[in-house]
Every structure is written in C-alpha cells, then in structure tokens.
C-alpha cells in the first residue's frame, strides 16, 4: 500500500471517531469496537514508521503539547515523533522547566496551553485522577499519558497490539502479569482491556505489593508463580519499583528476583513459546533477566515502535472528531 493510498483510507474511516469521546483518560470505559479500532489504525500508521519519507499531512494545522510532570523516555519522545511524523506541531513542557516550579496549579497551566491554539494535551502526572481534572478544564483534549497509581492507557493499547501481531488474537490467551501491581498503572490498564477482549489475566506479586480492588477487575490474583506461568502464553514483567523498599513493601530486590523474578528456569513453567513483554523501563536481574530480556521471544523491542503507531493513531483519531 503507498502512502497516498494509506492516507486515502485512514482519511475514509471517520464514522467510528465520532463514537470517541474528547479524552482518552482511560481503558475502563473503552468497549472492544474502540480498542480495536485504534489498533487497526496503528497498523495503517505503522508503516509510515518503516517508510524511508517519514511525513504525513494527517495532523497538519494541530498542535500537540506534552506536559509531564514525571520523568519519560519512551511515552513523551513516541507522542513527539508521533506529531512530526503526521506533520503537526510538537511542543514539550516539563514540571521543572515551567512556571509549574514557580507555583502555578494544574487547572492554570492547562487553561494557559488551551489559550495557545492547542489541540490536544498530553500528561503524565504523580497524582490519580490528575488527568480527568485536567480534561474538565480545558477545551483541547485531554490523552493520560499516566497517573499516578491509576491507568496508563496508551501503554496498554500499545501491549495489545503487539499481542495480536504475534499471537493473532487475544480471546482466551492466559497472560500472566508479574511484577508491582500495587503501583502499577500499567497493569491497570492492561487488565481493563485484556479482560474485555477475552484474555484470563493473571496478576502475580509479592502479597505486599497487591491492592485489594484487584479482585473486582476480573483478574485472577495470585502470589504463587507457578500458578500464573503455569501455561502462560504472554508474560508480562512490571517494573519493581527501588524507591518502594524504603516503604517496607520489599525486603530485597535479590529477594524478588529468586521468588518472582522471570528468569530461564522460572520461565520453564509458562508455555514453551511464551511471549516476554515489558512497558520498560527494565531493571535488568531484578523482574527479568537479562538473557530473556534479549532472548527471541522477547517482544520489548516491538512494544517501543508500536508506541509510536498507537500514539499516531490516537492523536489522528482525536483530531478527527472534533472536525
Ligand atoms: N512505559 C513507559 O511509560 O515508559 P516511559 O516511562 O519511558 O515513558
């Protein structure tokens, strides 16, 4: 497919847009038509990504600005390069960088951003929630690239995506979640969606770093491995997050790998040709191994660029409702 022909049919599919609200502040109330509807729009945008002329005229005129308050590598460089390569205009604010660090509220700095043309606001934020008060102050829309211990949307789209790319669907795989689920926003938002689409989610941490709402999500929950790898075919490790010893959740990081840590022999219990994902960032030798970090059926790699295809899908979606 050329990239007019690719642009011709991105531009020809608008009836579902409309069904989308302002925001993406969450998966919670993404139905399945949704989900794989931003998925199917990122495989089209995917391959501008490998094309050699990486420019498209979808987000011609936009503006996007990405305003995080925590650090990112991979979510705010995608969101950027996303932007560019569609042809909009990319702007980035940091927390430390911004009158933000003189005192000013979250409710100013978005209303002062919507007074500068922008079309879309992307954040990441310490706080849950941050993103849904943000959205109901501002006329732009609103995409939560994270907050707090609540929901990290595109990272979870982006994780399905890789999954039906590799395993062609996701209704009925066993996905086995290892990691700080009690902290994670990933594992919130991949438990949301993973529970529409089919998959039986299995959540595995330390009884310490599990939170009690869990139970409700439609997630089996579990402190034995062996009971969430048994069969597996994704595994997904979640960031062991360091600064969560001095809280007393983990006695040692050493400790959490030779009980949780996704490693050769440990890996031994999932299915034989299980996937190995990760959002990253990684602690190598704490939640995963090195050598399965790099191994063949490692899709971390595949996660990052089909970041980029998502968040394009995402923004052209968005701007495309309000057209
Ligand atoms: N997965 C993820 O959100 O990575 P960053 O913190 O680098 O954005």
Known sequence: MSLTVLTACIYAESELEMKFEKDLLGLKNLNEEQILYVIDTARKMKM??????KKSPQLQGKTIITLFYENSTRTRMSFELATKYMSGNAANISASGSS???????????????MMGTDIIVMRHPCSGAADLLAKNVRASVINAGDGMNE????????FYTILEHKGHIRDLKIAIVG???HSRVARSNVYGLTRLGAKV????????IPPDMEKTGAIITTNLK????GAEVVMGLRIQKERQNSGLLSSVRE?????GLNEQSLKMADKDAYIMHPGPVNRGVELASNVMDGPLSLINEQVKNGVAIRMALLYILTRRSI
Do not use: R
Not at 152 to 159: F, G
């Open 227 to 230: 009971e969430a790898l048994d």
């Open 48 to 53: 501008l990504i490998d094309s050699p002329n």
């Open 152 to 159: 990290h949307p595109t990272q979870a789209l982006l994780d």
């Open 202 to 209: 299995f959540l595995c941490a330390p009884k310490t770093l």
């Open 180 to 182: 700080d689920i009690k």
């Open 100 to 114: 933000v660090a003189k005192g000013e509220t979250l409710i100013d700095t978005g209303k002062t951003l919507d």
């Open 256 to 260: 959490y790998h030779k009980f949780f």
